[in-house]
C-alpha cells in the first residue's frame, strides 16, 4: 500500500544553519504531497504542498520539490530559526480518495541559538 | 472564520469504557476527518465523513465508528476501550471531494485521551 518514509530524528541545527529533513514516498498514480508542522500541545498545521511532479511548494522561507523520478520530496530551509523547533510531518494523498492523508512518522527538529 | 475545534481537550478513561469526542469543522467545510496520533508516531487516518456518510475507512476495528451531523460536526466513539486507544486524536475539516486528492485538510488541536 500506499506509505511516507522520513529521515529519523531528532535533528538539532544551530540558527542560521540549513536545513533538509529526506521524505520519500510510495504510491500509485499520483499523490498529492505535504508538509505539516506541528508545535508543542498543538495540532497539524500545513505548511506546504505539491500536488503534480515537478511542482516546488514553499511557505515561510521552507521549500519542497515533487520529483516522481526519485519519489521524493524533501524540505528545506536555508537558514533556520530558533521559532522552527517542531516536528515535521511529510504526508501524502492518494489520487481519487477523497483527500484522506498518509503519515511519515515524523521529524523532529530543534534549533539552538 | 472559525477554525476546527474539538472538545474535549484531556480525557482519562478506564479499559473497557466507551468514549465520544467532538469536534466542530471549520465554517464552509462539508468533509471531515478522523486520525489517532500515538506518542512518537505519524497520525494515522480512522474515517473520513463527507455530507454525514461515511467515505473511506482505515485499518481501525468497527468498535471506532462516527457521525456527522447535517451542520457538518462530528463525533467519534470508541467503544470497549483499550490501553493501546491511549494517544491523541485529530480533526481535520476539508472543503469536499471534490476537486481530487489536493484539498487542504485544516486540523484542530486533538482531543489527549489516556485510557488505564
Known amino acids: 500500500g500506499d506509505s511516507v518514509t522520513q529521515m529519523e530524528g531528532p535533528v538539532t541545527l544551530s540558527e542560521e544553519a540549513f536545513l533538509t529533513i529526506n521524505c520519500t514516498y510510495t504510491?500509485?498514480?499520483?499523490?498529492?504531497l505535504f508538509w505539516y508542522v506541528q508545535y508543542p500541545g498543538e495540532g497539524l498545521q500545513l505548511l506546504l504542498k505539491a500536488t503534480k511532479a515537478d511542482d516546488k511548494g514553499s511557505n515561510k522561507g521552507f521549500e519542497a520539490t515533487y520529483r516522481k523520478e526519485t519519489t521524493s520530496f524533501h524540505l528545506e530551509k536555508g537558514s533556520v530559526q530558533v521559532s522552527d523547533s517542531a516536528v515535521y510531518f511529510c504526508?501524502?494523498?492518494?489520487?481519487?480518495?477523497?483527500?484522506?492523508?498518509?503519515f511519515g512518522q515524523g521529524t523532529e527538529l530543534s534549533v539552538k541559538p | 472564520e472559525t477554525g476546527v475545534t474539538q472538545s474535549p481537550t484531556h480525557l482519562i478513561k478506564t479499559r473497557g469504557q466507551q468514549v465520544t469526542l467532538r469536534c466542530s469543522s471549520q465554517?464552509?467545510?462539508?468533509?471531515v476527518s478522523w486520525y489517532q496520533q500515538a506518542l512518537g508516531q505519524g497520525p494515522q487516518f480512522i474515517f473520513q465523513y463527507y455530507r454525514e456518510e461515511e467515505n473511506g475507512r482505515g485499518n481501525f476495528p468497527p468498535r471506532f465508528s462516527g457521525l456527522q451531523f447535517p451542520n457538518y460536526s462530528s463525533e467519534l466513539n470508541v467503544n470497549a476501550l483499550e490501553l493501546d486507544d491511549s494517544a491523541l486524536y485529530l480533526c481535520?475539516?476539508?472543503?469536499?471531494?471534490?476537486?481530487?486528492?489536493?484539498?487542504?485538510?485544516?486540523f484542530g488541536p486533538g482531543t489527549r485521551l489516556t485510557v488505564t
Open positions: 481535520a475539516s476539508s472543503l469536499g471531494l471534490a476537486g481530487g486528492s489536493s484539498y487542504e485538510q485544516y
Open positions: 504526508a501524502l494523498s492518494p489520487y481519487n480518495q477523497g483527500g484522506k492523508l498518509i
Open positions: 465554517s464552509g467545510h462539508n468533509t
Open positions: 504510491a500509485t498514480g499520483y499523490p498529492s
